[in-house]
């Protein structure tokens, strides 16, 4: 069993920084990506930010530039640094972890909170 935490959410101005973490824990090793997704209630849950298995780090959205994914394979951390942060990025942040399209595992979800 894979269990995800996130942290590092909160409330901050625009403008500024966050950086969320989030902690793996089981049998990770033949996952294929992890992500961050975000979702504002009543909307659907978008991908902001993926980091394939041995390949680069992808942003489908608006957010590259502004945002970086990382990861510390010694650690089972994967890390989402947020900067200029805009108040459309309010939303719930969730951390995935996909191993193929019948297997992922979701984090419970952490609150970014951007005021203008």
């Known amino acids: 069993q894979v269990q995800l935490v996130e942290s590092g959410g909160g409330s901050v101005q625009a403008g500024g920084s966050l950086k969320l973490s989030c902690a793996a824990s089981?049998?990770?090793?033949?996952?294929?990506?992890m992500g961050w997704w975000r979702q504002v209630r009543g909307n659907k849950r978008e991908l902001v930010a993926v980091?394939?298995?041995?390949?680069?780090?992808n942003y489908p959205g608006a957010e590259e530039g502004r945002f970086i994914i990382s990861r510390d394979d010694a650690k089972n951390m994967v890390y989402l640094q947020m900067n200029s942060l805009k108040p459309e990025d309010t939303a719930v942040y969730y951390c995935?972890?996909?191993?193929?399209?019948?297997?992922?595992?979701w984090g419970q979800g952490t609150q970014v909170t951007v005021s203008s």
């Open positions: 980091l394939p298995r041995g390949g680069r780090a």
């Open positions: 995935n972890m996909y191993f193929s399209d019948y297997e992922e595992y």
């Open positions: 089981g049998n990770i090793n033949r996952r294929n990506a």
